[in-house]
């Protein structure tokens, strides 16, 4: 960038575009966020709707950067406070800790399964003494550590009902970056010695605002922004991104059907990298054009039931990988803050993992209502005639796919887009990654740094290794 860029246009006003926005409003940038929603946030914004508090599934914000922490606090402005994170698997009509602890597995599961998760695991640890099992897939990855019977019971089953796909197909990133423990020997040290300081740990204690939603978080972005002289735009939906030689010089977007034209020094994008890139027009190269057709993102389902009753489980959320139940989890907003329901009131939000355009995105609104009803009431979670009503909101960008071949793909979009020298894609849509909240903030916040400050901190390495998100 030239030392005189002052200029920055982002689009999209999810949580990586938000804080990138902010840290650059901040050092005195004109800024402009342009946001195809009525209201910021993406998958982080909140709405209210007959006296409840929703959220698009659970949310729980905390990083292991107490720099970040503090941030968080800030842009809360005081509405914020700790909870305690309890999430499980519902499983053959029990809970099971998530993650898995040795004591608990012994106590739920039958002697027959007990001794068929044991044997197996110490038969794949033979076998991998004498030829090592390759870690080129998700199965491979699971069954190496915990045996076939662990894996197909708490991994496989519900691996495979989310992302609709066989775990054969699925990159062994997966499970690097979302499971906690490394083994079956792995649960049984932490459940016995409860060691401390380790490093492959999931968050016990997260931030959540004390009201509005995990989409407060957004709205105190957007105060601050519009505080510090930066401008929000929703409604805009971004159609065009103009370029000539290795500068785009200008992004057109359509709002309250008018199209207008920004240019600016620096275009900051969060949109879907197989968004972003076709907007680019006729130049974008052959090759370029088949990675994007190469990466598929999974949509959600969302259907929010409202209870007449106080609670259903004490869970923020809870893993349901039966596989004759449509519903693939559960969350309960009044877990998270008991001002998200009216008193003696309760709201479940039930999350459908769907592709736009099959048989549950395209089922109408009551019938949803109804199935996520009957699922939970099958499962005995609650009795249907607690629910009193409900809605359905869907999202088609939730989950990128993590198939065998998405990190290629990745590299030659991200490679691309590096030729524009005003130009940088980032966040958890931009990146391709499914990362967690801080992840994307931390993602907005390199971009900014690395221009203001002269940092070599690279936002492509934010949420990239093997850790742990949970």
């Known amino acids: 960038m030239s030392p005189s860029a002052r200029n920055v246009t982002v689009l999209g006003g999810g949580l990586a575009g ?6 650059f409003t901040e050092a005195g940038w004109a800024v402009t966020v342009l946001e195809i929603e009525p209201a910021v946030g993406g998958l982080a914004s909140s709405f209210e709707r007959d006296g409840y508090t ?55 599961l039958s002697p027959w399964m007990l001794f068929r998760s044991f044997t197996d695991y110490f038969a794949v640890r033979v076998r991998n003494a004498i030829k090592p099992i390759p870690d080129d897939n998700f199965e491979n990855w699971v069954i190496k550590r915990f045996g076939r019977t662990l894996y197909e019971l708490f991994f496989g089953t519900y691996t495979r009902k989310a992302w609709g796909i066989p775990c054969t197909q699925i990159s062994a990133d997966w499970a690097n970056q979302r499971i906690s423990l490394l083994s079956l020997w792995d649960t049984v040290k932490k459940t016995l010695f409860r060691p401390k300081n380790v490093p492959r740990t999931y968050v016990s204690r997260f931030l959540y605002p004390k009201t509005g939603g995990i989409g407060s978080l957004a709205s105190g972005y957007e105060r601050l922004i519009l505080q510090q002289g930066g401008t929000v735009i929703t409604g805009a939906r971004v159609c065009a991104v103009d370029s000539q030689g290795d500068t785009v010089t200008q992004v057109r977007y359509i709002r309250e059907g008018r199209e207008h034209a920004l240019s600016s020094d620096l275009v900051v994008s969060t949109l879907p990298l197989t968004m972003l890139v076709p907007m680019l027009g006729e130049r974008v190269p052959q090759e370029v054009r088949d990675a994007v057709n190469g990466l598929v993102h999974k949509g959600i389902v969302f259907v929010y039931l409202k209870l007449d009753r106080p609670t259903v489980t004490p869970d923020h959320w809870v893993y349901i990988p039966e596989e004759h139940i449509a519903v693939h989890r559960i969350s309960e ?27 549950h995105w395209v089922m109408d609104d009551d019938a949803l209502i109804r199935l996520a009803a009957d699922n939970l009431a099958t499962l005995e979670l609650l009795e249907r005639k607690d629910v009193t009503g409900g809605f359905v909101k869907r999202v088609d960008y939730a989950y990128p796919i993590y198939d065998l071949t998405y990190r290629g793909h990745v590299r030659s979009l991200l490679d691309y887009l590096k030729t524009f020298r005003n130009m940088v894609s980032t966040g958890r849509q931009g990146l391709f990654r499914y990362g967690n909240m801080d992840h994307s903030i931390a993602m907005g916040h390199a971009v900014a740094r690395r221009i203001l400050e002269k940092s070599s901190i690279d936002h492509e390495q934010v949420a990239a290794g093997d850790e742990y998100f949970g």
């Open 18 to 23: 938000l804080s990138a926005a902010q840290k």
């Open 333 to 359: 907003f009044t877990n998270f803050s008991r001002s998200c329901a009216p008193e003696g009131k309760t709201m479940v939000c039930a999350e459908i993992t769907s592709t736009k355009g099959d048989h």
């Open 54 to 108: 929703f959220d698009h599934g659970p949310h729980r914000l905390y990083s292991n950067l107490d720099e970040l922490n503090e941030h968080f606090k800030y842009v809360l402005d005081g509405n914020w406070d700790y909870r305690d994170r309890l999430s499980r698997i519902f499983m053959r009509g029990g809970f099971f800790d998530y993650p898995l602890k040795a004591s608990n597995v012994v106590a739920t």
